[in-house]
């Protein structure tokens, strides 16, 4: 087989003779030459390939190095820079979609960038990297290779970020957050009918993720919502978004709102305007939220972080850009000492706003 072809273990054979995925809520279950909704988690051909196996292994769309605040993560290493990549096909069929191209990708010629785990690390490295990060599709449908970096990573002194949308069974999540180091899980909106009439998805099994990443781990995490006016918006359901994470998540993981743009489905759909964020930040707050921020758009005043103890202004950003820095190389506000829940490491980057595509091959 091609090297990007790898066998899997999230998975069972089934009664009638096709074979079930295990890998996320959707349990595709697929007969000789299927892929699943992701496409690129499949069964073979051949009778003597047993099971799911992954078409993406060690391919990508392209690899980039991205400011750590545009994953969005506000409150890991703030000013670092990571190398981010993605492969094609996810588990979700968001409607509005923003990486559209490569997320419902059915042409793996699209892959054309490959790099095994130990280049990614070698090449992260050497490009002053803090971070590798899995984005632009969901990792969750290449967590073998994604796991295999995130390793590669750990070995050269590299953290490991996945950005996702957390639709993930229980058995695998445990094993692919034992490699993460970070995550911004998208939680795209806090009712059952937008996940199953926009995303073709279930949100119990994010919320699930969610307490699971809260419960059971060490990762650090952050949630991002992007705000599609008429959708998802209302005050109704932001008040009731921002209570439950209040309650079963507590007041100190960071929640981002973000703009959206028309695209791939949803292109009648106006664009969100920066009055909706201010809103939704601000009912954040006023829920008990301590970190509330807007995203996409320049706002200074909603993309910097206050000190919940004396109310100093601890990290200015105006989108990815930071200014304004009072805090030691502990996390601590230098005025009343409170400790910023977060990875802090030093001093910040000065990565910036850049954004650098990279060539590995």
Not at 346 to 359: F, I, T
Request: glycine letters at 10%.
């Amino acid at each position: 087989m091609d090297e990007s072809v790898h066998a899997t273990r999230y998975w069972h054979a089934l009664a009638d003779g096709r074979v079930q995925c295990d890998v996320c809520p959707r349990a595709c279950k697929l007969r000789p030459g299927q892929r699943g909704l992701c496409f690129v988690r499949g069964r073979e051909e051949a009778e003597d390939a047993e099971g799911i196996w992954l078409y993406s292994y060690g391919r990508s769309s392209g690899f980039c190095i991205d400011p750590v605040e545009k994953k969005p993560l506000n409150h890991f290493l703030p000013g670092t820079s990571v190398l981010s990549f993605g492969t094609a096909g996810c588990n979700l069929a968001c409607k509005f979609c923003q990486n559209w191209d490569m997320s419902k990708a059915r042409e793996m010629d699209r892959l054309t960038d490959a790099a095994s785990p130990e280049q990614l690390a070698r090449t992260a490295k050497r490009l002053g990297c803090a971070s590798l990060a899995f984005t632009y599709n969901d990792p969750v449908v290449f967590l073998e290779y994604a796991m295999d970096v995130a390793d590669a990573g750990h070995a050269a002194g590299l953290k490991a970020i996945a950005v996702t949308a957390g639709y993930i069974c229980p058995e695998p999540r445990v094993e692919f957050y034992q490699h993460m180091d970070a995550a911004n899980v998208d939680l795209k909106a806090f009712s059952e009918r937008f996940y199953q009439k926009i995303c073709g998805g279930e949100l119990h099994a994010v919320l699930d993720t969610l307490i699971y990443l809260k419960q059971e781990t060490q990762v650090w995490f952050e949630i991002t919502t992007l705000l599609i006016p008429g959708e998802n918006d209302s005050d109704a359901e932001l008040h009731e978004e921002c209570a439950w994470i209040r309650e079963h998540l507590g007041p100190d993981v960071p929640l981002h709102f973000t703009a959206f743009h028309p695209d791939w489905k949803m292109m009648d759909t106006p664009r969100t305007p920066p009055e909706t964020l201010t809103r939704a930040r601000d009912i954040g707050l006023a829920e008990g939220l301590h970190y509330v921020y807007t995203g996409n758009v320049h706002d200074r005043r909603g993309g910097s972080t206050r000190c919940p103890g004396c109310g100093a202004l601890l990290i200015e950003r105006d989108w990815y850009e930071l200014g304004c820095w009072h805090l030691d190389a502990q996390g601590e506000c230098l005025s009343c000492g409170f400790r910023l829940p977060g990875v802090f490491d030093g001093p910040p980057g000065g990565w910036g706003a850049r954004r650098l595509p990279v060539r590995i091959a």
